[in-house]
């Protein structure tokens, strides 16, 4: 069976089209980081983009915590340390003591993660353009647009 087999017996019903819609969402992300994980070696998908985070919070020349960048990313403070770790002894950043809360822990980004993100920019760019070229602009800015609305809907799950 395809995927979009599959997907065809979910378009009967709304109720049916938000299972499809979360099935696929969690296949995607599979296929997205199984497809980022092999062809990039020295991160994985989920360094990666703590990396683009801690390169971003840089630029604002704004410090996060650990909790702040699990909030961002979407998953525990734990799960950002063991990130961090791993992309600490790559040279990547560096764990260390907030400097507005003692009680936490902040993440610095090092020479070694801008020089990366120098050396993949391009790639990077093609990858993206490469994926969402089967969309035209106003396509493209619907999925935005959805994809916010989405995060819209998951807040309303968690003030449960």
Avoid: W
């Amino acid at each position: 069976m395809e995927i979009k087999q599959l997907a065809k017996k979910y378009e009967d019903s709304r109720l049916n089209q938000a299972k499809g819609i979360f099935a696929q969402l969690n296949i995607i992300q599979n296929l997205l980081q199984t497809t980022f994980d092999k062809t990039y070696g020295v991160v994985t998908l989920k360094q990666f983009m703590l990396m683009i985070m801690v390169k971003q919070s840089t630029e604002f020349n704004e410090e996060l915590t650990l909790t702040d960048y699990g909030r961002l990313l979407g998953c525990s403070r734990q799960n950002i340390k063991k990130l961090a770790i791993q992309l600490e002894t790559k040279n990547f950043v560096t764990v260390k003591q907030s400097k507005h809360d003692p009680r936490a822990l902040a993440i610095e980004s090092r020479k070694e993660l801008h020089k990366y993100f120098k050396e993949v920019n391009q790639e990077n760019n093609e990858i993206l353009l490469k994926l969402f070229s089967i969309y035209n602009d106003k396509e493209l800015g619907m999925l935005y647009k959805l994809l916010d609305k989405l995060h819209e809907g998951i807040e309303l799950i968690n003030e449960k």
